[in-house]
């Protein structure tokens, strides 16, 4: 079965890592939203364009967002691969998201 | 009278061969010059992201995280913007030489005032590698389609 997350309904703004940095953390996210997904569906579409305009990512938030699944949640790599769908119009946004999961003790 | 007939239909295809390399050559140097102007543009926001960057880790009050991030996460977009425009023109710039950028601006910067100097260091000179390696490509691109002039 097949989940799509929407990142706009968590937070048209999301910002910062943890909760010390706001309601609408990476962390926040992660843990709420993506974890929950990630273990109840088979393939999981995450939606990054749902966002105030003019809104741009911030590499924390990307880091911990999607690097945390391998660094915190201890998922494996290749079954994120197969699960993960990073949905967004900006492919350098998709391609740094993808580059936290495969490598995310590089960035620390 | 067919000499005269004929001198003129020549003369005529003379002027407007002339005239269209005129006009073709004008509409090369304009679109040149437009294309430039966006570089020009793209430049001075690097410039600022620059300024920004350095000020950024060297904040020493939390409180301003959230307002440097908004001001340089904007200038991002002003730059993506601009690389979108570039591209429409012909001028071909991956969006991924933003990546490099705002991972110098915005990742880890809520841990600033924990850095070391060395860290600060790193950080500040990772913004300076970033942004002139930023000036770089785009400058690249807009040769490859806009060769220097003569």
Known sequence: MKKTVDIGDFSKIPFGRTPEDGKYCAQNFRKKILVPALNEYDEVEVLLDNVEADYEYGSSFLHEAFGGLVQHEKFEVDVLDKKLRIVTSYEDIKAESWDYIHAPDKYQ | ?150
Do not use: C
């Not at chain 2, 005529?12 to 543009?41: C, H, M, P």
């Not at chain 2, 600022?48 to 996460?73: C, H, P, Q, S």
């Open chain 2, 1 to 150: 009278m067919t000499l005269q007939i004929i001198l003129a239909a020549v003369s005529i295809g003379v002027v407007f061969a002339g005239w269209r390399v005129i006009y073709k050559n004008a509409q090369k140097i304009a679109t040149r010059n437009e294309s430039f102007s966006l570089i020009r543009d793209a430049n001075e926001t690097l410039d600022r992201l620059r300024l920004e960057g350095v000020a950024l880790w060297r904040m020493t009050d939390k409180d301003e995280i959230n307002f440097y991030t908004k001001i340089t996460t904007n200038d991002i977009r002003i730059l993506r913007n601009t690389i979108t425009k570039l591209n429409g023109r012909n001028v071909h710039i991956d969006s991924k030489v933003l990546t490099p950028l705002r991972r110098a601006l915005t990742l880890n910067n809520t841990k600033v005032v924990d850095q070391s100097i060395e860290g600060m260091s790193e950080n500040i000179s990772a913004v300076y590698k970033a942004t002139e390696r930023f000036k770089a490509v785009i400058l690249s691109s807009f040769e490859k389609n806009h060769p220097p002039l003569p």
